[in-house]
Each structure stands twice: as C-alpha cells, then as structure tokens.
C-alpha cells in the first residue's frame, strides 16, 4: 500500500481525491483538516468507510508540532495538499488571514519537509487565479498578476514552495485547476447555490450580470489529473487542468434553470461586479494532455444534471445548512 497524506481532507477537491483513492484500493491514506471531520452529505468517502482512512483533525496554523509527529511516525510517500484560504471576497476583509495561510503556514510545512527522506512527491493546489485575468493561450509558464489578497497569498506561497525545490530535494508539483464543480460541493458555490435558490424561491444574484467567462471542470476530472500528478508528474512542473473552453456566468446559471424547468428572468437578480473579479479564466490543459493523455471527461451538462440531482435528493439536509460563506481565522 503507497502512503499518502492528504491535507486539506474536509475540502470539496480533497474528499473526491480521497474518494478515488480508496476506490482503487492501493492507497492508505492519512486525512487531516483544521476542522473536524465533515458528514456524507459533504464527503463522498464516506461511503467505503474503509480502514484504509484516518482522520485527524490538525490545524496548520496552531497545530504544527502536532502534524510533525504525525509526519515523522506515517511518513508518507505522497502529500497532496489541498488545505487553503479558498474564497475570494472575503480575503478583502481579512487579508492577513489569507497570507498566514496560505504563504506563511506553507512555508513552514514545506522547511520541515524539505529533505525528508521518506517523501517521493509533494502535490500542491494552487489556483490559476494566480495569473489574473486570463485570455488567450495561459500556459503554465504564464506571469503571476494576481488581483486580490487570496490570489496574492496563493502566489505568495507557490513563489516559496518553489525556493525549497530549487534549493533542497523537495521534490514539489503543483496543479491549477479551473473552476471545480460538483456533488458535495460547498454550498455557496455558484451551481449548488442555485439550483438550492430555486428550490427555496430566492433570487439568484448575478455580480456584474454574469458576464465573467469561467472554465467549469468537474470535481472527478480534476481528481483523476492530480493523480498523475502524483504518481507521474515531473518535480518542480506546475501542470493546469481546465475544459475545452469557458462559459459565462450567467450561462452556467441558465444551464442549472434549464435543468430545473424555471425561467431563469425570474430567478435571477444582476447586481454591481465584485471588487478584484477577473473578466476571464480560460487556461491550456495542453501540458497534462500530452504527459498523461488525460482529459476532462464528464460533460458540463452530465455534470450539472449530477449536481442538481445531489441537491434534489439531499435537500432535507441541505435546507439545515447554512448557505453562505462562514470565514473561520
């Protein structure tokens, strides 16, 4: 059995990595999250309830020596970590929050690990919000331009990982993946969200009317391609995963309206841009397709139908939770 710590495990895109892991059953693996662990509804793991899963609840910020131990009596041969400061809007609010996270707790867990002996890869995921706006061919060579306090922490911190691979064996690669979507997302998230607003009959708001060009890729895709990564990837390679191409907003909303028979004139409600919003994130894949032949391959619509669906058959549940972002220091 390969060993692999993933950090980050209570996370949307960390549980569905889990998830695959332990369905291919050659994987023991260690989950930690600075909260504790989260119910079904939230990570499809669950449903193995295997004793290839541990959980620990660790928090890098506070809790460091602590994920040391655990480093120096598992260690691992793979570390994927997914744990971050993740949403946009609010890190204007409490940028500092952002950086402890995401640049200065990192940087910390990348100088204990360094030159361990025992680690074969460490996976990183980033954010191609990194770059800024992106139009065009953004490869993954691409300048960093970030535009808000989560993309300039993100870059902050792959900027200091990158000095531990070029000076030490850290042996580091790093995704960027586009817009994740899916099952068991968080619920404030554009496509969960809206099909849950229809469900309640509250409007959905469109900042800037929806006009921002996003990629969706879904969740399980992503999951596959970090995989190789890990398995296949190049050390100190950043590698991107996005779709064929990107979809407006509002496109993505009239989709989930679509798929829940309602007129999307009447469920939706254009509001001013949010500050810092990129008009575009359209990134090349084409690095990952050539190394790994992997490509997305869960259509948008199939996808969008299998969120709406979880939302449908979970809803007695949902309804219970709150539907909106809550920023934990």
């Excluded at 200091?160 to 404030?188: E, I």
């Excluded at 099909?195 to 469109?206: D, F, M, N, P």
């Amino acid at each position: 059995m390969k060993k692999v710590l993933v950090i980050g495990s209570n996370s949307f895109s960390g549980s569905d990595f889990i998830d695959l892991l332990l369905q291919k059953e050659e994987y023991e693996i260690v989950g930690i999250s600075r909260s504790s662990e989260k119910s079904q509804l939230y990570l499809p793991y669950k449903r193995w309830a295997s004793s290839f899963f541990r959980f620990y609840q660790i928090d890098l910020n506070r809790d460091f020596p602590s994920l040391k131990l655990l480093l120096d009596e598992f260690r691992p041969e793979y570390i994927v970590n997914f744990a971050a400061q993740s949403e946009v809007a609010p890190s204007w609010e409490n940028p500092h929050h952002w950086f402890q996270t995401n640049a200065v707790a990192l940087t910390q867990l990348a100088d204990a690990l360094k030159e361990a002996s025992y680690l074969k890869r460490y996976v990183h995921i980033s954010s191609p919000e990194v770059y800024g706006t992106c139009v065009g061919n953004v490869k993954e060579d691409a300048p960093l331009n970030p535009s808000t306090p989560y993309a300039a922490s993100k870059a902050a911190g792959d900027m200091s990982l990158f000095t531990f691979a070029k000076n030490f064996s850290f042996p580091l690669s790093m995704v960027r993946a586009t817009n994740v979507y899916g099952a068991h997302q968080q619920l404030f998230k554009i496509i969960p969200r809206s099909a849950i607003y229809i469900k309640l009959g509250k409007q959905i708001q469109l900042h800037g009317g929806g006009e921002a060009v996003k990629s969706y890729i879904h969740v399980r895709d992503v999951s596959h391609g970090e995989l190789a990564v890990m398995e296949l990837g190049r050390k100190g390679e950043i590698y991107h995963f996005s779709p064929d191409k990107g979809i407006k907003v509002r496109d993505v909303v009239q989709t989930v309206c679509n798929q829940m028979n309602v007129d999307f004139s009447n469920v939706v409600l254009e509001t001013e841009e949010r500050l810092g919003q990129d008009k575009a994130y359209v990134i090349d894949s084409s690095k990952a397709r050539s190394e790994f032949g992997w490509k997305p391959r869960i259509d948008f619509l199939e996808g969008i139908g299998q969120t709406v669906q979880w939302v449908n058959q979970q809803f007695s549940l949902i309804s219970k939770e709150p539907l909106q972002y809550i920023h934990k220091a």
